[in-house]
């Protein structure tokens, strides 16, 4: 019980001193029109299918803090680790882990978090290789 206590702890630690993965641009939208313009925009494309793009309207709504649509949209990106836009996946499993580590729109979880990290890690994450390497959990 201790070994998890402090596996927790560490992994918390990790977590708060790395961001989440996230492309180059800043995806705040502060005119309320224009985000729902955006929005409406990638969800027809996220709609059909496509990982990236399902990693892209997450990130969007990440960004404007609805962390439970970004919840839910990193995760259809993230069960697709086999699709050809394989990278999207990988950073939305990635970012789900963060998620359920801070309990941003996801009811918080070190189990749930452990588990998308490792899914990541496996998938050439390098961020989720060093939080794993570092609570000295293998992948």
């Known amino acids: 019980m201790k070994k998890l206590i402090s596996i927790i702890a560490i992994l918390i630690f990790a977590i708060t001193s790395i961001s989440y993965a996230n492309t180059d641009f800043d995806f705040r939208i502060e005119n309320k029109e224009k985000f729902q313009s955006v929005v409406k925009g990638f969800k027809k494309l996220a709609e059909q299918g ?13 960004d404007n803090q609805y962390y439970k649509q970004a919840a839910e949209w990193y995760t259809k990106a993230a069960v697709q680790d086999n699709s050809d836009d394989h990278q999207y996946s990988s950073d939305a499993q990635y970012n789900l882990g963060i998620m359920y580590v801070q309990g941003l729109g996801v009811e918080r979880s070190d189990i749930k978090a452990i588990s998308w990290f ?15 390497n570092n609570i000295g959990i293998t992948y």
Request: charged letters at 25%.
């Open 50 to 62: 496509d990982p990236g793009n399902q990693f892209m309207l997450a990130t969007i709504y990440y």
């Open 118 to 132: 490792k899914k990541a890690a496996k998938n050439g994450n390098k961020d989720a290789q060093k939080i794993l």
